[in-house]
């Protein structure tokens, strides 16, 4: 018997990650890794990464990356490919770093429909520091700086920023996916590869916002993670293809 | 190129251009919009990258990615947007990038004014940003000098992989001044450790995180060891008339031009004074100021702020010699005859004391 | 009983029992071992026994690069 499904080539071989168990960033690593691969970006890469859980992503991805500053990823990545417009840049932001802090940065690169491509990894609270409110934390969840459940009245409402984003001439593309079970995984990866050939066909800037489980901040198994990203998360952040721009129009 | 006349605000962007700069990341902040302006015309003519950024943060963030890919950078900023790239410009001496930032001073703090002014001292020579490092601070004192030392701040931050500030105020950015330019360069060494895509080779991060606290305060003491050599070769200062001074004053950028007046006012009623001009703030020039006070037992610091280079003067003498200091915060430009006063006081007072202890 | 066609080898050290791969496999091939990795995790453990298809589910869905099928 032969292998069937080999070690993606961008992906550090059998170094254990720092995530929890069924933490959604395992899954959309490996899916980043093997597009690296299937699409022959990984030796011009460059990935910039965020303050959040995935700080220590340069440990897992064989690619060239650089740290960011909290929310300040899309600002770096307009540097990198601004002056070297040959290389793939892409930004890995999690929903503080992206939605929080990092909003001016998120808004205006858009705005400016730079070349490059974002993956928005949105699990609804901020993983890192212990379960704190996110931007997109929903209305009654409970975190540990909304103990009673985010209330709108003094905490807002979820932030639908993709959709923001969407509507920006210079956005070509823009997917909202989940990691909540083998289809979900599967549509991930369709949509970072149309993502990442937004940039490689030189059409401007993409952006895929992908629902992921953070079961050790919702308190929740793993397999309970997917199946509340389906029946909670999921109607709140619907998925779907929010712009398609890839053909001229939308 | 021949002798033109240009603001310090142009000349600033000109010189980085013949310095091989050729990305620019900035947002509009009086009194320094025109250098963003310069560039925004100049740099994509000469095959540049200029964007406006949304804010100075971001700016300075633009600066980072640039920079990571060996590019020589450059961003603008007045007092307020120079505190909001602080947190970048820790990161980039984290990181051990090279990058140019330019603040034209402005009255503060706070929002304060538009007015020339000196009070970013501490911001620039003491960090500014958290952590442990320090960034080389030039302080031009004419146009010409914003010309040539623009030129010295990319050369330093390459040579020693370091961000570099080039301090000026309101005064300077606006003037206009004869200027002669050097040639322009543009073919520069390349840099093994800027990030370009992993090709065949391994793949590398650009990080300044370090969990590892044996790992990190190994980083630091590194980054000592590198200011220690700039300290050692890169100081620089002027000397003016100091030869036969009795008296000497302390001044960089515009209040050292109106220092040089005073001194010339006061010469002719027989005030024997002279003036040590810092050209960099950090590395601050020590030991000229401790060789003179062998022999010298007043200075007199001139800023235009409450006192914030006094302190590296105060430090450097170590309680050698008396150190007086006349400042005008706020936006205020002093006069020559208003620092004539003061250098004629000092001198006074010091023959007082001469004679009573004769 | 019929020559296996596919097989499949769970990295024991790599695994943290997050268990999504035994929830999504169809033919229960894999199940939560007694014993615990040296990061103290019940892995997931493949029974010989049970007929692997090579859907490749498992894979799909594992966040650690864990699994690895094998087949003709």
Not at chain 2, 289 to 309: C, H, K, P, W, Y
Request: charged fraction near 20%.
């Amino acid at each position: 018997m032969k292998l069937l499904n080999k070690w993606p080539d961008y992906y550090k071989k059998d170094v254990a990650t720092h995530y929890c168990p069924g933490c959604g960033h395992g899954i959309v690593h490996r899916i980043v890794a093997e597009l690296m691969e299937e699409m022959d970006l990984g030796r011009r890469a460059i990935c910039v990464n965020p303050a959040g859980c995935a700080v220590l992503a340069y440990k897992y991805f064989d690619i060239d990356m650089i740290e960011s500053a909290h929310g300040r990823g899309t600002a770096i990545a307009t540097g990198v490919k601004r002056v070297k417009p040959e290389l793939f840049v892409f930004t890995y932001q999690g929903d503080g770093d992206l939605s929080a802090i990092g909003t001016a940065e998120t808004i205006h690169s858009a705005n400016r429909g730079e070349h490059i491509t974002v993956i928005f990894i949105n699990n609804a609270v901020y993983g890192m520091t212990g379960g704190q409110m996110a931007p997109t934390t929903l209305v009654g969840q409970r975190t540990t700086t909304t103990p009673g459940g985010r209330n709108p009245k003094f905490d807002g409402f979820p932030l639908h920023i993709t959709d923001v984003i969407a509507k920006f001439p210079g956005v070509i593309y823009a997917e909202r996916v989940a990691v909540n079970g083998p289809a979900g995984i599967q549509r991930t990866k369709r949509a970072i590869r149309n993502a990442f050939q937004v940039q490689v066909d030189g059409l401007g800037y993409s952006i895929v916002e992908v629902l992921s489980p953070c079961p050790t901040n919702w308190k929740m198994t793993p397999e309970d993670s997917f199946k509340w990203i389906t029946e909670v998360m999921a109607k709140e952040f619907v998925p779907g293809v929010l712009t398609d721009k890839r053909g001229g129009g939308d | 190129m021949n002798k033109v006349f240009m603001s310090g605000n142009h000349t600033f962007g000109e010189a980085a251009i013949r310095a091989g700069c050729r990305s620019y990341f900035g947002y509009p902040i009086t009194p320094q919009n025109e250098l963003g302006e310069y560039m925004s015309e100049h740099l994509p003519a000469n095959g540049g990258v200029f964007v406006q950024s949304e804010s100075e943060t971001a700016a300075i963030n633009m600066v980072i990615g640039a920079a990571a890919t060996g590019t020589r950078v450059m961003t603008s900023s007045s007092s307020p947007g120079i505190s909001l790239k602080q947190e970048g410009i820790s990161f980039l001496a984290g990181f051990q990038l090279p990058a140019v930032i330019v603040n034209v001073m402005r009255g503060g703090p706070g929002l304060g004014n538009i007015a020339p002014a000196q009070g970013d001292y501490f911001q620039a020579t003491r960090g500014g940003g958290h952590g442990d490092y320090r960034t080389p601070v030039f302080a031009p004192g004419s146009v010409q000098e914003v010309a040539d030392l623009t030129r010295v701040a990319f050369d330093v931050a390459d040579r020693y992989r370091t961000p570099v500030m080039v301090l000026g105020d309101g005064m300077l950015g606006q003037m206009k001044e004869p200027v002669v330019f050097p040639e322009p360069i543009s073919d520069f060494p390349e840099k093994e450790w800027a990030l370009k895509g992993r090709g065949d080779g391994p793949s590398r991060y650009m990080a300044s995180l370090i969990l590892d606290p044996m790992e990190m305060e190994r980083h630091n003491w590194e980054l000592v060891r590198k200011y220690q050599v700039i300290a050692k070769n890169e100081t620089r200062y002027e000397e003016y008339m100091l030869d036969d001074a009795k008296i000497v004053a302390v001044a960089y950028g515009t209040t050292a031009r109106i220092a040089k007046a005073a001194i010339k006012r006061v010469r002719k009623e027989g005030v024997p004074a002279g003036l040590l001009r810092p050209i960099t703030l950090w590395p601050f020039p020590k030991e000229p100021l401790q060789n003179l006070a062998r022999r010298i037992e007043d200075f007199v610091v001139f800023e235009m702020s409450t006192g914030q280079m006094l302190e590296d003067v105060l430090l450097s003498l170590e309680g050698k010699a008396r150190v007086a200091f006349h400042g005008r915060p706020g936006g205020v430009v002093p006069t020559p005859v208003e620092f004539a006063r003061v250098l004629y006081r000092e001198y006074q007072r010091q023959m007082r004391v001469n004679n009573e202890t004769a | 009983m019929a020559r296996k066609k596919h097989r499949v080898v769970v990295k024991s050290e790599l695994c943290k029992g997050c268990d999504l791969c035994i929830v999504y496999c169809k033919k229960g091939v894999l199940a939560s071992s007694e014993d615990l990795n040296k990061a103290g995790y019940h892995y997931a453990s493949p029974d010989d026994s049970k007929e692997c298809t090579g859907c490749m589910v498992c894979v799909l869905v594992c966040p650690e690069v864990a699994i690895e099928v094998y087949g003709e």
